[in-house]
């Protein structure tokens, strides 16, 4: 009888934590994509639910670099995040312009990072006045920006209520 008691509870132990780890993989994804140099403009953006998170930019020098994007959701839905970051740490490329926009969600915080912490390294953020936070986009400043970038993070308020 323990037997069968005990592989009840394990039954019900690997339901129940696959269903968490469901859950928790349905509220953050993370996807890679290039960073291409040559002037252009270039857009990359990642939906969850209908909430979104788009980045666009246009860079110069070297060759292609591996970024990732991660967008999740908070347990209560109220929060959305987005990050957008190499994660080999420094960029050597030169961004000529940036935007990140969230799309469903109001920006209660962002930072942007002309390195990131990888390598021994440590997060250096970009000074205040490289660029601007508004209430859905994070924008480089023309005249400002020192054409540094290397990890961007923002997390925005949705406009999910409880009833």
């Given at each position: 009888?323990a ?5 009840s ?9 696959t ?5 928790a993989?349905?509220r953050t ?23 979104e ?75 205040e ?12 400043k ?22």
């Amino acid at each position: 009888m323990a037997i069968i008691n005990n592989l009840s509870f394990l039954a019900l132990l690997v339901v129940t934590l696959t269903v968490a780890l469901a859950s928790a993989d349905d509220r953050t994804k993370t996807v890679e994509f290039n960073v291409k140099p040559g002037g252009e403009v270039h857009m990359f953006s990642e939906k969850m639910r209908e909430y979104e998170c788009s980045f666009t930019y246009a860079s110069q020098g070297g060759t292609n670099e591996q970024w990732l994007m991660s967008v999740g959701l908070s347990d209560d839905d109220g929060l959305f995040s987005c990050s957008v970051w190499r994660p080999q740490g420094k960029s050597y490329l030169f961004f000529t312009q940036f935007k990140a926009e969230l799309k469903g969600a109001k920006i209660e915080y962002a930072s942007a990072y002309s390195q990131t912490a990888a390598g021994g390294q440590r997060d250096v953020t970009l000074r205040e006045d490289e660029f601007t936070v508004g209430d859905s986009t994070v924008t480089h400043k023309d005249g400002k920006f020192r054409a540094e970038l290397s990890k961007l993070t923002i997390v925005g308020r949705t406009r999910h209520n409880e009833l």
